[in-house]
Nanobody
Framework: VQLQASGGGSVQPGGSLTLSCLVSGVKVPINRMGWYRQAPGKQRELVAT??????LYEDSVKGRFTISRDNAKNTQYLKMNSLKPEDTAVYYC??????????WGQGTLVTVSS
């Protein structure tokens, strides 16, 4: 299983970015897929995830971030609006299979700064 993340970059506060994650090589059903982030000096935290057809968001991003997926393109997305400096982090896409095996993308850096 391979996950290829892209779309990170630098943006001013209030700006928007969309992250993409292309998933390939999956041979068994997916239990969960989503996005995590890790800020400098902090632990990796869940940002948004699909569990079956339900979406869950970390409290600080609710109303600003939207997770979506295009099954035909094997791609999941994270649309981030109204970005804040505290959103600065390396963002990782994640897939957990029904076997409970976890797979991670390489991480993409998002920097929010004026």
């Amino acid at each position: 299983v391979q996950l290829q993340a892209s779309g990170g970059g630098s943006v001013q506060p209030g700006g928007s970015l969309t992250l993409s994650c292309l998933v390939s090589g999956v041979k068994v059903p997916i239990n969960r897929m989503g996005w995590y982030r890790q800020a400098p000096g902090k632990q990796r935290e869940l940002v948004a995830t699909f569990i079956s057809d339900t979406t869950l968001y970390e409290d600080s991003v609710k109303g600003r971030f939207t997770i979506s997926r295009d099954n035909a393109k094997n791609t999941q997305y994270l649309k981030m609006n109204s970005l804040k400096p505290e959103d600065t982090a390396v963002y990782y896409c994640n897939v957990r299979l029904i076997t409970f095996a976890d797979y991670w993308g390489q991480g993409t850096l998002v920097t929010v700064s004026s």
